[in-house]
């Protein structure tokens, strides 16, 4: 199974999170919300064969991002997992969209001539990241859960992006709407924990399964050829990065 966007760092035991992740041979890919997060992180993931760790720079803390900014150049050589980044436009962050804005930009920029596997949020902001990431020529990035209109989707999918779903997608009427009309090629999982609640707890990575399950049944598949699906597309990612090093 493949984790590809939790925020591991914040759960109250982050350790014992990954520890767990990584003796179920759950592949997590650890997103962070600051480089100084990152930094923090580092030396507790290295331990794990199934982990990775993502460097971001999420949009609802922009405020703290010019602080950040060189920090974030400095360490995007550790690593080939690049998250939490992009822009959120909605209540809780339109007073710092133009930051937001500068910010992507600049991770855009920094990122330039280099394979990095990118998780991003766009919440509310979709078209906006669509526009940045083709005035950069940046395909393909996986845009987490998304919860945009088809139009925009569709023209994601025409450049060549990805979109990871999680459990709490496959119990909403919007994030359904959203996963049938992803092509099985295109999609990866995720959980988002410890946002995205089963059960009133904390999802962890391994509940990758529910969204494994609801795929088997939406694309009329096997289990074992969804996971089969889900890998083979997260090698087509990765790969070039392998190519690079």
Not at 118 to 130: F, K, P
Not at 182 to 199: A, C, H, Q, S
Not at 208 to 225: D, K, Q
Request: with cysteine.
């Amino acid at each position: 199974m493949i984790d590809t966007h939790c925020h591991v760092d914040l759960y109250p035991r982050p350790t014992d999170v990954a520890d767990a992740a990584d003796r179920a041979g759950v592949l997590t890919i650890i997103v962070t919300n600051l480089p100084s997060a990152f930094e923090r992180a580092y030396p507790f993931v290295q331990p794990f064969s199934n982990v990775r760790l993502a460097l971001g720079l999420h949009p609802l803390v922009a405020a703290q991002h010019p602080a950040e900014r060189s920090r974030f150049q400095s360490l995007v050589s550790k690593t080939s997992y690049i998250g939490e980044v992009g822009l959120d436009f909605s209540r809780a962050g339109y007073s710092t969209k133009e930051i937001q804005i500068e910010s992507f930009q600049f991770v855009l920029e920094t990122l330039r001539g280099k394979p990095k596997f990118i998780t991003l949020h766009s919440r509310q902001a979709e078209s906006t990241v669509i526009d940045l990431l083709e005035e950069e020529d940046r395909s393909p990035v996986v845009f987490h859960w998304y919860s945009g209109t088809l139009t925009v989707l569709n023209r994601a999918l025409k450049q060549g992006h990805y979109f990871s779903i999680n459990p709490a997608m496959v119990v909403s009427p919007n994030g359904q709407k959203i996963i049938a009309n992803l092509p099985p090629e295109r999609v990866l999982t995720e959980t988002d924990g410890p946002f995205v609640k089963i059960n009133g707890k904390p999802a962890i990575p391994s509940d990758v399964s529910l969204v494994e399950e609801y795929l088997s049944t939406l694309w009329n598949m096997e289990r074992r050829v969804v996971k089969a699906q889900i890998k083979e597309n997260f090698l087509k990612l990765v790969r070039p990065i392998r190519t690079a090093l």
